[in-house]
DNA sequence: CTCGAATGCGCG
DNA sequence: AAAGCGCGCATTCGAG
């Protein structure tokens, strides 16, 4: 319990003489300073969380936080004053103006020498991602102005809820990255052994890809027929008589020949060989973890985006490589139809909310009688989301606009905002990025006088594609926020469980993480999270519970649910 | 040699 | 070659 006269913010940043905190009470004034050193700020970080549970302030959490883990200390709050000031620049609820005068803020987020990618030891200092300013001077006057901007803006508790979410969001990268998610190297390596035959000694290709390669050319009559560069390849079909214009999977698939076969089997495996092979297991996998770098807002749209390691990527083939520690459980958890539901509750679409409760989205819509079939549910439904014009996903839009016209005309004006050149907001006020100067240009030429057929194709064809842009934007950002506000309220729930007693020496996760389920991954819509065996349960109802609080906080009363598919297993593999 | 574009494929 | 959004990464290849 926080002491009355605890501070409600504590600022850190750093001074001539080193680190120095600064101690905010509720109104934003300071009330004291704390100066530190390196060595001797984690354990003043933990005995100011335990006794005020403030919330952090500091210019980017990699930064701070990364170091403070490692040390063994964990915070429950942050404002992380770079993502916010990216959120705050852009956002339509913000008044023009308010954020004038910030300098260094749009840098790119520090990144730690010790911890990155072997690249990043090439470069000199001058090249190496410094992060934004961390003087405290700086960093104070950037907090006072982005509370400023808060206060003065169209929706300060709507933008209070996305910056709150967001900086969670940061500690959440870095815990992930801490803990690590579990990996059985040896399961991997089965796994690439069993497809792809024994790792050749000398690098080369493993037998099984040969001999996949061996058949392509056997049936092309081209015993040296290059397997791996486009254009070469594209030749040999075509001497080959498969008149195709490109050597993608599915355009292949449509020909009828016997190299075809032998082709998309090479193509698979050669794939898997070089995305998640023996050398990305070198590279990425140590000591049972993987440990990715997660990038917090890394996309316009505010989902996160990952650095090295391919961690948005991972193909479901080697989901079983993803294993609990001894004793330990994985809880595997998505939404289903993520997306459509918190379309649902943003238009406040009684109707599609009522398709979507308590089971599949699209089975509800073809319930309802809008379409035939689930497939023609989902096909109406993702284009109308990403704004498909042809084929049947654009012949079943007039039905979909009369079942649910209020969804339907939430991103129908997205899209219109956007053709015209301007900007939409998400639920909580993420803003969209205005057109580029030469997407502007281009519009106000093609309505001149002497604008030539070229302009003005050109023009429509940008504009729609802006509109499907800003489209989809508003659902997919807003998407974002609901997940980031189910991963902060989980996070919160599991650190509440009672930690095991029993000796769990076993784990790897780091000291923060030892006694306690965590969360180990998220990828937009799903969460793992690694538990005790004893706590496994509690955990999956803590995912559970987390997703009906993030829909209460975001969208209130509006009765719309988010259905989640939740296992508890030793690996990721699903059913 | 480095760098960017193009291609293809993995994920949501 | 996708129709229809958002990404990252490996590979090849031509330009400088």
Redesign the pocket.
């Known amino acids: 319990m926080p002491r009355p006269d605890a501070p409600s913010w504590i600022v850190v940043g750093r001074t001539d003489g080193g680190v120095v905190a600064a101690l905010l009470d509720a109104d934003g004034a300071e009330t004291g300073r704390h100066p530190l050193t390196a060595s001797d700020l984690p354990g003043w970080v933990a005995e100011r969380e335990a006794a005020d549970a403030p919330r952090w302030v500091w210019n980017d959490t990699p930064q701070w936080y990364a170091s403070l883990l490692r040390a063994g200390v964990r915070v429950g709050r942050c404002h992380d004053l770079r993502l916010c000031h990216a959120i705050l620049r852009s956002s339509a609820y913000v008044v023009r103006g308010a954020m004038r005068g910030a300098g260094g803020w749009d840098a790119a987020p520090f990144v730690a020498v010790a911890d990155s990618a072997p690249a990043l030891f090439d470069l000199d200092g001058a090249e190496r991602p410094a992060g934004p300013p961390d003087d405290l001077d700086e960093v104070l006057a950037e907090f006072a102005r982005q509370r400023g901007a808060v206060a003065s803006s169209a929706d300060p508790s709507r933008l209070r809820l996305l910056l709150a979410a967001e900086s969670a969001g940061a500690l959440i990268a870095e815990e992930l990255r801490a803990a690590g998610l579990p990996w059985d190297a040896a399961a991997h390596d089965r796994i690439l052994v069993d497809l792809l035959g024994e790792r050749p000694p000398g690098g080369g290709q493993p037998e099984k890809l040969a001999a996949a390669a061996a058949r392509v050319r056997a049936a092309l009559g081209d015993p040296t027929a290059?397997l791996?560069?486009?254009?070469?390849?594209?030749r040999s079909l075509h001497r080959a008589g498969v008149l195709?214009?490109?050597?993608?999977?599915?355009?292949?698939a449509?020909h009828q020949h016997p190299a075809i076969d032998p082709l998309?089997e090479y193509?698979?495996l050669?794939?898997?060989?070089?995305?998640n092979?023996w050398?990305?297991l070198d590279?990425w996998v140590a000591g049972g973890r993987f440990r990715?770098?997660f990038?917090p807002g890394?996309?316009?749209?505010g989902?996160w985006?990952?650095?090295?390691?391919?961690?948005?990527?991972?193909?479901?083939?080697l989901r079983e490589a993803v294993r609990a520690d001894p004793g330990w459980k994985l809880v595997v958890a998505?939404?289903a139809q993520?997306e459509p539901r918190v379309l649902a509750a943003m238009s406040s679409d009684t109707a599609l909310a009522a398709a979507a409760r308590g089971r599949d989205l699209y089975a509800g819509i073809v319930e309802s009688g809008a379409v035939p079939s689930r497939q023609q549910a989902k096909?109406a439904l993702?284009?109308a989301?990403?704004?498909?014009?042809?084929?049947?996903?654009?012949r079943l839009m007039p039905r979909l606009r009369r079942a649910y016209p209020r969804a339907m005309g939430l991103v129908d004006d997205a899209a219109r905002t956007g053709e015209d050149g301007g900007v939409v907001s998400t639920w909580l006020g993420r803003t969209s990025p205005p057109p580029s100067e030469a997407w502007a240009a281009a519009q106000s030429q093609a309505t001149e006088a002497e604008a030539s057929g070229a302009d003005e194709t050109r023009a429509r064809r940008w504009a729609r594609?802006r509109g499907?842009?800003t489209?989809?934007?508003v659902v997919?950002g807003t998407a974002a926020e609901w997940a980031l506000a189910w991963m902060a309220d989980l996070r919160s729930r599991l650190h509440a469980m009672p930690p095991v007693v029993e000796d769990l020496a076993a784990s790897r996760s780091g000291p923060v993480f030892a006694r306690r389920p965590h969360l180990a991954f998220f990828?937009?819509?799903?969460v793992i999270v690694h538990a005790p065996a004893s706590l496994a349960d509690s955990a999956a109802q803590a995912v559970t519970d987390a997703a009906a609080a993030a829909g209460r906080l975001l969208f209130g009363d509006f009765p719309v649910d988010f259905l989640l598919d939740v296992h508890i297993a030793d690996s990721a593999l699903k059913g």
């Not at 195709?244 to 292949?252: A, D, H, N, Y």
């Not at 890394?298 to 749209?301: A, K, N, R």
């Not at 990952?306 to 479901?316: N, V, W, Y």
């Open positions: 290059s791996d560069s486009q254009p070469k390849l594209l195709v214009e490109s050597t993608s999977r599915w355009e292949l449509e998309l193509k698979k050669a794939r898997l060989l070089s995305a092979g050398a990305w590279e990715p770098v990038v890394g996309v316009v749209t989902r985006a990952s650095s090295g390691g391919g961690a948005l990527q991972l193909p479901r083939q998505d939404v993520l096909i993702l284009g989301m990403y704004g498909a014009t042809t084929g049947e996903s654009g594609d499907r842009f489209r989809n934007f997919q990828l937009h819509d799903e």
